[in-house]
Nanobody
């Protein structure tokens, strides 16, 4: 059974940093495309970052480029999202998702974590 578990969310003041992690089990991690999504209250879910399979360096959404970075640790089956210089508009529930193979952002993940909450406020 595939399982994704996020961690690292919390409350932080504007300008602060958080590091989110998504630990995967039950599937071949390296062969999967993985995404980070976020959803604020009253807004639709959006893609924040994507990491494709087999050596991809990752892609960051324009809205967070220069502040967020995506990385993966194949040895530990973990996907990370480093978030720096956080802004109030970054507030929301962050979820990771995965799908076996090489996909673009039109794909819907087959596997989802339950999410971790990020709150940015003064």
């Amino acid at each position: 059974q595939v399982k994704l578990v996020e961690s690292g969310g919390g409350s932080v003041q504007p300008g602060g940093s958080l590091r989110l992690s998504c630990v995967a089990s039950g599937h071949t991690f390296e062969s999967n495309t993985m995404w980070w999504y976020r959803q604020a209250e009253g807004k639709e879910r959006e893609v924040v970052a994507r990491m494709r399979n087999y050596g991809d360096t990752g892609t960051i959404a324009d809205s967070v480029k220069g502040r967020f970075t995506i990385s993966k640790d194949n040895n530990n089956n973990a996907l990370h999202l480093q978030m720096n210089n956080l802004k109030p508009e970054d507030t929301g529930v962050y979820r990771c998702g995965g799908k076996s193979g090489h996909w673009d952002d039109t794909a819907i993940p087959d596997y989802w974590g339950k999410g971790t909450r990020v709150t940015v406020s003064s």
